[in-house]
Structure formats: structure tokens, C-alpha cells
């Protein structure tokens, strides 16, 4: 495990390398003490100037005006250009690189240049004059160069980092949206699968008073439909009630998908079924894919939700096969009633062809199959084949051991 050591705000390694630069600075000017020019007062300006380069990276422009009065300083005495001096270069270094404004590194150039030829003017001769003006502008040039283009590729990555960041929020609000869109569908499902139930009910007590009297065992036959289905609305509607109160954490980014069938549509104002499987299998044949279907067990009577989500999983892992795995692609659509779970397994080889107008986006398989799953607290697993291709399988226990259809 990786600690992050931080000193003052900023890293550890960070403080180390400028407090070994500034050493190294103070040492030049502590080392020519006896035989520099300037003496002892000299070692004090380069200490100094080892001293404000501690600050270089969060005060640069401060540190550069610092260490510029500095040399002045020491232009002035006419002391010459002296060991320490190398601290100069780090300002101008560090103002360029570090400076929130290029300005400011343009700004310490000038000054650096003009220092240059007062240094250079302290020189006896005129050939000895221009020699070390040529020698030390060369010198500051190449730094001042050196250094806006670390500036420019730090600003380049700091650009990319802020860059991915913003992606990822962005991806991490879509999955937000995408989560919280697909559980107001469910929701409005689920509302829906109540409100017929709820409708039975009515039906059936009215029924049953008015044959309570004349047909006593049609009137007990239709309370006990009442019963059922109101035990049964109860369970859709505390799942409901879960689907509107519990916050979805952040989802990862969702596969594409469209929880309409992605171009496949079926009929409007009419709540599908798992009875009507084959008819969105063939619209999805049409499509282009070749679908197997295989039920195995005995199927049992699901509650309305459930029998919604069993038909939006085979739906929407049929929409992510035809856009990812292509026209022509094999896939295999198996129901496996168990006594107390139905599995959904939907498997392509992904060797079909991507089919010449994409279907429609805009849905989230994977998100949508999540949330749906989650809500009769069943699993999905969903990922490649090693024999190439997806896979999709959702289990979905059932609330009770059901009844077995009749035929």
C-alpha cells in the first residue's frame, strides 16, 4: 500500500528536491567564502537567495523578484558573476514552469537579460565584453527555452487530467440518469401490474355479493381470487414503494441497449408477457438474428411484475446481441423453470455482421436489466464467452413454489 507523505500541503518528494537545490546554493556561496569576491557578505546574498528558492514552486514570481533585487545587489557591488549565481538560472527556471501567468516568465527573461549585460559590462575589455555576454545570453536563453517547454507539456497533461476527469463525471451522471430513468419505467410498470390488480379485485368482490346469496361456491371461488390477488398486488406494490424510495448507487458505464428493442418495437399500452416470448422472437428474426428457443421445467404461474421482468431481460439481452454481436449472429434463448427460481440465460456467438442502419439508441441494457433484477432480489451476470460471444444470465427467485400452468 502506497502512503502519499505530504509536508506543508505538497509532497514530501517535492519539498526534498527543492530543499536539496537550495542546499546545493548555499553551499556554492558558503564554499567561495575566503576566496570570492565580497567575502563573507557575498555568502550571505547566495544564502539568501538558497533560502527564498525553498519557495519557488508555490510563490515563483515572489521568489523571482527575490532573487533578481539579489543580484542586483550584488551586480552593484561589482562582485562578478560568482558560483551562487546558478540560483538565478532556478528562479528564472521555476518562474517560467510554475508562474500561473507566461507573462511573468516573459517579464524575469527581460530582467535575466538585462542582468546579463550589466554582468557582462563588468569585464575589462570589449572582446572579453562581448565573449560573456554572448556566453551567459546563450545560457539564459537556453534555460528560459528549456523551461517553457516543460511549461507547455505540464499544462498539456494537467490539461488531459482535467480532461478525463470531467469524462468520468460525466460518464458517472449518464449512469445516474440512466439508472434513475429506468427505475421510473419500472416504477410506472409496476404501477400499472397494481392498478389491473386492483381492478380484479373490484370486479371480483362486486361479484361475489351479488352471488353470495344465489351461488354461494362462485361467491367463495371469487373471494378467494380477491384474496390471492390482493396478496399478490401487496407484494408488487411493496416493491414498488422499494423501487421509488431507495437511492441506485452509481452504476459502471452501461453497454449500449434499448430496453424498446432497439428498433424492434412492440405493441403500445399493453403490458408484455413471457406467453408472448415467441412473438418477440420473431420480430427479432426478422431482424436478422437466428434465435433458438429452449424452455425447460415445468413453467409456473409469475406474478404480473415478474413476468414483466423475465420478458424486458430476453427483450433487452436480444437488443444488445443485434447491435454488438451483428445480423446473422446465432443466439440461444433459454427459460429454465426451477421449483423455486426462473433462470434467463440469452447466449450469441457474436460472428454475425453489423446490420446496415444501427438500431436506435438511447436505452441501457445493462443498467436496465440490473435494476429490474434487483428489484425481486435476484442476480445477474453478464460478460464474454471464451468461445467468443455474450452471455446474459439473470435468476429470479419466485416469491413462492408456483402452480403449474394449464395447457
Not at 240 to 263: F, I, M, T
Amino acid at each position: 500500500m502506497t502512503v502519499n507523505r505530504t509536508v506543508l500541503g505538497r509532497p514530501l518528494r517535492s519539498v526534498a528536491f527543492d530543499v536539496l537545490v537550495s542546499g546545493v546554493v548555499a553551499l556554492f556561496a558558503v564554499a567561495g567564502v575566503v576566496a570570492q569576491p565580497g567575502g563573507a557578505t557575498a555568502t550571505l546574498v547566495g544564502c539568501a537567495m538558497a533560502v527564498a528558492l525553498l519557495a519557488r514552486r508555490t510563490h515563483p514570481s515572489t521568489v523571482a523578484a527575490v532573487v533578481a533585487v539579489l543580484a542586483l545587489v550584488q551586480v552593484v557591488a561589482g562582485w562578478g558573476p560568482l558560483a551562487f549565481d546558478i540560483g538565478v538560472l532556478i528562479a528564472l527556471y521555476s518562474v517560467v514552469k510554475y508562474a500561473d501567468r507566461l507573462r511573468d516568465g516573459v517579464l524575469a527573461g527581460v530582467v535575466a537579460g538585462i542582468g546579463v549585460l550589466l554582468a557582462a559590462s563588468q569585464t575589462v575589455s570589449n572582446l572579453a565584453w562581448w565573449v560573456t555576454a554572448t556566453y551567459f545570453g546563450l545560457v539564459t536563453g537556453g534555460v528560459w527555452l528549456a523551461a517553457l517547454n516543460v511549461r507547455t507539456r505540464r499544462l498539456y497533461v494537467l490539461t488531459l487530467e482535467e480532461r478525463a476527469a470531467t469524462l468520468e463525471r460525466e460518464r458517472e451522471a449518464e449512469a445516474r440518469a440512466a439508472v434513475a430513468g429506468e427505475r421510473a419505467r419500472i416504477a410506472r410498470e409496476l404501477h400499472d401490474v397494481v392498478a389491473h390488480s386492483m381492478a380484479v379485485m373490484i370486479v371480483q368482490a362486486d361479484g361475489a355479493r351479488y352471488l353470495l346469496d344465489r351461488d354461494p361456491q362462485t361467491a367463495k371461488t371469487a373471494v378467494k381470487v380477491v384474496a390471492d390477488t390482493g396478496r399478490q398486488a401487496l407484494d408488487e406494490m411493496r416493491r414498488l414503494v422499494d423501487v421509488l424510495r431507495e437511492p441506485s448507487p452509481p452504476q459502471p458505464a452501461p453497454a449500449p441497449g434499448d430496453p424498446d428493442g432497439g428498433g424492434v418495437a412492440e405493441p403500445e399500452r399493453r403490458r408484455p408477457a413471457v406467453a408472448e416470448l415467441p412473438a418477440l422472437l420473431d420480430r427479432f428474426r426478422d431482424a436478422g438474428l437466428r434465435v433458438r428457443h429452449t424452455v425447460r421445467g415445468e413453467p409456473h404461474a409469475l406474478p404480473p411484475g415478474l413476468d414483466l421482468t423475465v420478458y424486458r431481460v430476453v427483450q433487452e439481452a436480444l437488443t444488445n446481441a443485434l447491435k454488438h454481436a451483428g445480423v446473422g449472429a446465432d443466439v440461444t434463448v433459454t427459460l429454465d423453470h426451477a421449483p423455486d427460481a426462473v433462470v434467463v440465460r440469452v447466449v450469441d456467438d457474436g460472428r454475425g455482421r453489423p446490420p446496415v442502419a444501427p438500431a436506435p439508441s438511447g436505452g441501457h441494457g445493462l443498467v436496465g436489466m440490473r435494476e429490474r433484477v434487483g428489484v425481486y432480489d435476484g442476480s445477474l451476470t453478464a460478460g464474454p464467452r471464451p468461445a467468443g460471444g455474450w452471455q446474459v444470465e439473470a435468476r429470479l427467485p419466485l416469491p413462492g413454489r408456483g402452480q403449474v400452468l394449464r395447457s
